[in-house]
């Protein structure tokens, strides 16, 4: 054995590196088959990203089929919901500038909102429970609805279809455990220097 | 003398206490009305037990403890509920919350009280039950109901009670003026903590060495007691939890956990006052003492105040220069915040009023940009990096806040206090942790939001498929019957028919027997026919009926004709 090496090295070269390369394609094979992943994992990445409001501005059916289709290449500024920040994590998640929100799709809000049902006006049509995404309206035919405000995602979903038009889109109420703090101004404009650059301190950041 | 260990950083700002312990606690005129906030504590704000227009006796609990962290709340003095309402409380964000407004009718009448002389053959389960509904929360600032902080479980075995009499911050000298006047109440307080908790091997009273009339005042009721009054180099801000923890035993709190972790419960010097009260007098907590202080004010002193007393109405009695005044601050100058409203009622955690002159507390300056001088660093108690922090809280960088500790930040204001470019550190914190706690609750509630979306989606899919599976198996059941039913050729269709018809075909015995019974009901009906006839002739009914009738006769006549035709060629 060792005296054919020795006297073919090329030969025992070649089937010892032919060997090595079966081997490694096997485990990588094996690898492949037994660690495989199902589906896009960058989906998933995306998905979390989004507000799942499930509101449909984006013009898909939910935030899922978004981030599906986002991850075949769709443009990343559909979802006004999301606002801006969804727009700045999904561009730092794909590493692609991050456009501005298209206003054809809506506008950000400012305020978060849900849905509220004014129960004596309602006649129990049950055409909003089967617009809300999330199951978040409670009632049967000919019986009042409600709201079930915790849920409630503020999609808007359900005014549209209400005949009688008593759902009503309310700010979510704020007290004192919502409160938070203001930011305090970003210091500058006492430095002449600065006023031109007023944004030399978000780049200094990062 | 024990050890004590430094903590890092700490700042020395001028501690102006000496104005406010000139003059002993004194006590004011009651108020016309009082302003009762329902959520003075940490958790959830008690639930409102009296009605409008309900009269009340002072200490008559107004409001019941909604949940286990939550306490009871109680008249502060007797008179009429005048309003239940939201008013502008204590909080810095001026925002109103519920309160009940009592009208006092002058008379400070109490009610009925007993209390427990021998609480030392009481359980702590009972006494932590009289601490809740006395409404006993912690009175250093955080109002943290203080049954919860003295119920640590079984997994978690006491060995140190440390006692906060530190009062770090300047101006504040409201445990001071309580130690001197009331250090033997003070102590029982520690003995029915000390009980509570199953009496703990080491009971510290940890003090700044710059109250030596208190410490003094302490010294003759803890000998023999176990107790220790161990006091330390002053320095702001030794009063943190934390911070006095590591003071007083060394052991440095890890961060995410609380002091009963380590086996260490820290309490407020004045709530061990009011524990005291509460448990032998059986006095719920309706008043406090609190500082008033600063230049604004002719008269620096401390005073009993009855919880719910209008900031405005101490200002008075304290002859308050507005003019003179640069702001109202509730608490101390480090860790207090203004007040927008001067209706805003003193509450269980409000230890300090100060009203500072322009020259003493000025206004802010504007801030200038940061030059990394890196005395925040310095300065901070927690050793954190407050610059970085100040980088990454303008960016809203949230991952890198996280990583750099933002949440182990006291907010004790040191870093802002030592800034040459007059950055207000803390509020950023401050603004950066309430969008961190926001983004989390969001995050939760859109996870909360996909799996609904994900099940609803599921279960339509579910309901379509159902739908499918039934309509097929319909499908499917038709075409089987079909198929059944069906014949193969003609020959079988001619059999299928002959069958049919032969089916149908009666025997000879049942043919017999159908006619008979047609004969039967044909002269049944005849018969019938033939009296109606008779009695619309015998009552002389007009013509046209018994023409109709007589038709009818003859009509059932034919019939039986037939039917008997009939019978007897089948009989042949």
Redesign the interface.
Known sequence: MIEFVFQNPIISALVALVGLGLIFGALLGFAAEKFKIEGDPVIDQIDSLLPQTQCGQCGFPGCRPYAESIADGDSINKCPPGGQSTINAIANLLDVPAPELDQEHGEEADIKTVAYIREDECIGCTKCIQACPVDAILGAAKLMHTVIADECTGCDLCVEPCPVDCIDMLPVESGINQWQWPTPPIANGLIATDRTHSSSIHEGAS | MRQTWVTPGGVHPPENKHQSVTQPIGSLPIPEKLVVPL?QHIGAPAIACVKLGDKVLKGQKIADPAGTVSVAIHAPTSGTVSAIEARP?A???G?E?LCIEITSDGKDQWIALQGIADFEHTTPKTLLSIITDAGIAGMGGAGFPTAVKLNPGFHRPIDTLIVNATECEPYITADDALIRERAEEIIEGIRILSHTLGNPSNILIGIEDNKPEAIQALEPHTQDTGINVVSFPTKYPSGGEKQLIYILTGKELPSGQIPADIGIVCVNIGTTYAIKRAVVEGEPLVSRVTTMTGEACEINRNYDVLIGTPVSHMLEHNKFDAEKCSRVIMGGPMMGFSLMSKDIPIVKTSNCLLAPSVEEIPHNE?????IRCGMCAEACPASLLPQQLL??S??K?YDRLQSHNLFDCIECGACSYVCP?N??LV??Y??S???IK?AEE?KI??????E??????QRIEQADKEREAKRAARREAALQAKKTAAPNSAADIVAAAQARTEAKQLSPEQEQAKLERAVSSAEMRVQKAQSKLDTAVASEEPEDKIKILSAALSGAQQKLEKAKTRLAEQSN
């Open positions: 959520g409380i909080h810095s964000s925002i919350a504007p801030a200038q940009p940061c980088w990454y303008q960016a960088d470019s950055i207000p509020q950023h401050r603004s942790k309430s969008d926001k969001e509630k859109s996870a909360q939001a996909r609904r979306f994900e099940f609803r989606q």
